[in-house]
C-alpha cells in the first residue's frame, strides 16, 4: 500500500501542473492572424505578391528539407552538409545551362528550352547525388556507432570542405545564370500577375515531391527504407543490406538537392559559395518546425516558413522589415524547440536508454 501511495502522487501531481505552451501558442498564432488579416484588407496587392513570392520559395525549402529529413530519419544525422550540397548542384547548373554548352538563352521556344532544363537537372542530380553518397560512405559511415557528438562535427566539417570547394570553383562573388525563364503573366488576381517563372518551380517541385512519395511508399527501396528507419538491426535480419538502404538515402536526398539547387539558379538567376549556408539553415529549420525525420511535416514546415519570410520582407502595415526576417525565422526555431520538440507532425518517442 505504502509503494502504491508514493508512486500515486508524482501522478497527481504531473497531472496538476499547468501547460503553458497551449496558450502561448494561440496567442501568438492569433497576433499573426490578426496581422495577415488587417493587412490583406489594407493592402490586398501586396498581401498576394508576397504570398506569391513566399510560397514559390516555400517549394524551394521543401526540396531541401525533405533532404534534411530523409537522413535523419533513418540515421538520426543532421547533415549540415546538405545545404552546401545544394548550393554546388546550384553552380553546377549554372555551368551546364551557359550559352556555350548548352546554347540556352532568353527567348528560346519552350521546345529548346525544356530539354535542356531536363538535362541541366539530371546532370545536376546525378552530381549532387553521387556526391552525397560519397560523403555517406566516406565520412559517415565509421561513425555509426560513435558517439552523437562525433558525426555531428564532421557534418559541420564537411559543410565547410564543401564551401571551400565553391569558393575555389566559381570564386567569392556571386555568379549569374542566363536568365532563360519566360516572365510573362499566366493570370493575374487582384492586379498582381502570377508569372511563367513562378509557375516554372511549381512545374518542377510538384512532380518531383509526388515521385518521391511514389518511391517511398511503393517501391522495395521505399520499404527497405522505411524498415531501416525503424530497426536497423531487425531490417538487417530480415535481410536488407543496411548499407546499401542508407547509400541509396543519401544518394536520394543528394539527387533532390540537384533539384532544388537547378530550380534555384534558374528562378534567382545567381548563386554564390555562401547559398548554401543560409537557404540549408532555414530548410533545416523548416525541417524542425514540420517534425525532422517526417516528410510531410518538411514540406508543411517549408511552406510556412517560405510565407512567413515573404509577409516579413514585404508587407506594408507593421511588417519588421527583410532586416528582420532571419531573426523571426530563428525566433521560431527555438520557440518549436522548447514548446514543441517533436514539431507539429512530428511523433514524440522516447529516449533509449
Known amino acids: 500500500m505504502a509503494t502504491q501511495a508514493s508512486t500515486s502522487i508524482p501522478r497527481l501531481r504531473a497531472l496538476k501542473r ?31 505578391q508576397n504570398f506569391v513570392y513566399g510560397a514559390t520559395n516555400g517549394l524551394l525549402y521543401g526540396l531541401i528539407a525533405i533532404g534534411y529529413s530523409l537522413v535523419y530519419g533513418i540515421l538520426e544525422l543532421i547533415n549540415f552538409a546538405h545545404g552546401d550540397v545544394f548550393m554546388l548542384g546550384s ?25 535542356g532544363i531536363i ?38 566539417g564537411m559543410s565547410f570542405i ?56 511503393r517501391t522495395r527501396h521505399g520499404k527497405a ?16 543490406d543496411v548499407d546499401r538502404t542508407i547509400s541509396f538515402t543519401f544518394l536520394l536526398a543528394g539527387a533532390l538537392a540537384g533539384v532544388a539547387g537547378t530550380v534555384f539558379a534558374l528562378y534567382n538567376t545567381n548563386t554564390s559559395f555562401l547559398t548554401g549556408f543560409r537557404t540549408g539553415l532555414i530548410a533545416f529549420t ?30 506594408a502595415w507593421h511588417a519588421l522589415g527583410s532586416q528582420w526576417t532571419e531573426a523571426v525565422i530563428f525566433a521560431i526555431l527555438i520557440i518549436i524547440l522548447v514548446l514543441r520538440p517533436e514539431g507539429l507532425l512530428g511523433e514524440r518517442t522516447p529516449e533509449g536508454g
Open 18 to 48: 499547468p501547460n503553458a505552451a497551449v496558450p502561448i501558442a494561440v496567442l501568438l498564432l492569433g497576433l499573426i492572424l490578426f496581422w495577415l488579416g488587417e493587412n490583406l484588407v489594407r493592402t490586398p496587392a501586396d498581401f498576394y
Open 91 to 115: 553552380m553546377m547548373a549554372t555551368t551546364f545551362v551557359g550559352v556555350t554548352i548548352l546554347g540556352l538563352t532568353a527567348g528560346s521556344a519552350w521546345y529548346v528550352l525544356w530539354p
Open 119 to 156: 538535362a541541366a537537372l539530371l546532370i545536376s542530380m546525378a552530381f549532387c547525388g553521387t556526391l552525397n553518397a560519397s560523403i555517406e560512405r566516406v565520412a559517415y559511415r565509421r561513425l555509426r556507432t560513435a558517439p552523437r557528438l562525433a558525426p555531428l562535427i564532421t557534418a559541420i
Open 162 to 217: 564543401l564551401q571551400n570547394v565553391g569558393l575555389v570553383w566559381k570564386g567569392p562573388r556571386p555568379i549569374s545564370t542566363v536568365d532563360i525563364l519566360p516572365h510573362g503573366a499566366i493570370f493575374t488576381i487582384g492586379g498582381v500577375a502570377y508569372t511563367w517563372s513562378e509557375f516554372f518551380v511549381v512545374a518542377v517541385t510538384l512532380p518531383t515531391l509526388a515521385l518521391l512519395v511514389w518511391l517511398v511508399q
Open 225 to 240: 527504407m522505411r524498415a531501416t528507419a525503424q530497426d536497423r538491426e531487425a531490417a538487417a535480419m530480415m535481410g536488407i
Open 286 to 315: 523548416a525541417a524542425v518546425l514540420g517534425g525532422i525525420g517526417n516528410l510531410p511535416g518538411a514540406v508543411l514546415g517549408a511552406m510556412l516558413i517560405g510565407l512567413l519570410e515573404g509577409f516579413s520582407d514585404g508587407l
